[in-house]
C-alpha cells in the first residue's frame, strides 16, 4: 500500500464549480498533513496545513482532515481557470524521529475550463 | 523576506562530469530537505539536513551522492559521475522546525547529456 494516495485525475470542472480533490496515507499516526499546488514546470507552493480533525478554511480553499479514516481532502470554490495545476497532498509522519519527512502523493491533475 | 534560493536553476552536465546544486534556505530556517523530481513522477525525499548535520539521507543513492550544510553558506547536493538517469527537477525546502510547513526553492532542472 502506498503511504499517500491520490487519484491522478485529470479532474475536470467548469469555471465557478467546486472542485475537490482526495487524498489518503496509509500510517495511522501521522500528523500533519499540507496541500501543495504546482504548475507545470514550477515548484511546490504550500497553499493549505492541516493537523487537526475537521475543516479549515483560507479564502477559497477548504481543507477537511479525517483521521479515523485517514482521508484528507482539498475543496476549491469557485474554480479559477488559474486554478488548473497538479496538487500534490503531503504527509508528515508523527512517530518518533521521522516527524519531520514529507512523504508525498503523485498529485492530481485539475483542469478547470472556462 | 526572501524565499528558499535554489541556483542554478538549470544545469547541463555531460556524462561523467560533476553535477553542484545550491540552496539557502529561508531566513530564520535551519532545516533543509532535497527532493527530487522525475518527469511524471512525485516528488522523492533524499536528504534531510540542519546546520552541519545530515540528519536522515535514506532517500539518496549510496553511490555519487552526498549532501552538505555547512555552519555558513548553502546546503550543497552534488553528484558526482553523473548519467542520464540523474536528469530531473532537483527541489530544496527549507522549514524553521522539524514538522511544520516546508516551503520549496525553484528547483534545479539538470540534464545530463
Known amino acids: 500500500q502506498k503511504e499517500v494516495e491520490q487519484n491522478s485525475g485529470p479532474l475536470s470542472v467548469p469555471e465557478g464549480a467546486i472542485a475537490s480533490l482526495n487524498c489518503t496515507y496509509s500510517?495511522?499516526?501521522?500528523?500533519?498533513f499540507f496541500w501543495y499546488r504546482q504548475y507545470s514546470g514550477k515548484s511546490p507552493e504550500l497553499i493549505m496545513s492541516?493537523?487537526?480533525?475537521g475543516d479549515k478554511e483560507d479564502g477559497r480553499f477548504t481543507a477537511q482532515l479525517n483521521k479515523a479514516s485517514q482521508y484528507v481532502s482539498l475543496l476549491i470554490r469557485d474554480s479559477q481557470p488559474s486554478d488548473s495545476a497538479t496538487y500534490l497532498c503531503?504527509?508528515?509522519?508523527?512517530?518518533?524521529?521521522?516527524?519531520?519527512?514529507?512523504?508525498f502523493g503523485k498529485g492530481t491533475l485539475l483542469t478547470v475550463n472556462p | 523576506n526572501a524565499g528558499v534560493m535554489q541556483n542554478p536553476r538549470h544545469l547541463v552536465r555531460r556524462r561523467g562530469q560533476e553535477a553542484r546544486l545550491r540552496c539557502s534556505p529561508m531566513?530564520?530556517?535551519?532545516?533543509v530537505y532535497w527532493y527530487r523530481q522525475l518527469p511524471e513522477e512525485g516528488l522523492k525525499f533524499m536528504v534531510y539536513?540542519?546546520?552541519?548535520?545530515?540528519?536522515?539521507e535514506s532517500g539518496m543513492p549510496k553511490e555519487r551522492f552526498s549532501a552538505e550544510f555547512p555552519k555558513e553558506g548553502p546546503s550543497i547536493l552534488r553528484i558526482q559521475q553523473v548519467v542520464r538517469g540523474d536528469s530531473a527537477a532537483y527541489f530544496c525546502?527549507?522549514?524553521?522546525?522539524?514538522?511544520?510547513?516546508?516551503?520549496f526553492g525553484q528547483g534545479t532542472r539538470l540534464t545530463v547529456v
Open positions: 531566513k530564520g530556517h535551519s532545516h
Open positions: 539536513l540542519q546546520k552541519e548535520n545530515i540528519i536522515d
Open positions: 492541516i493537523y487537526s480533525n
Open positions: 525546502a527549507s522549514s524553521p522546525q522539524r514538522d511544520t510547513e516546508a516551503f
Open positions: 500510517d495511522r499516526v501521522s500528523q500533519s
Open positions: 503531503a504527509v508528515i509522519r508523527g512517530s518518533g524521529g521521522s516527524n519531520y519527512k514529507l512523504t
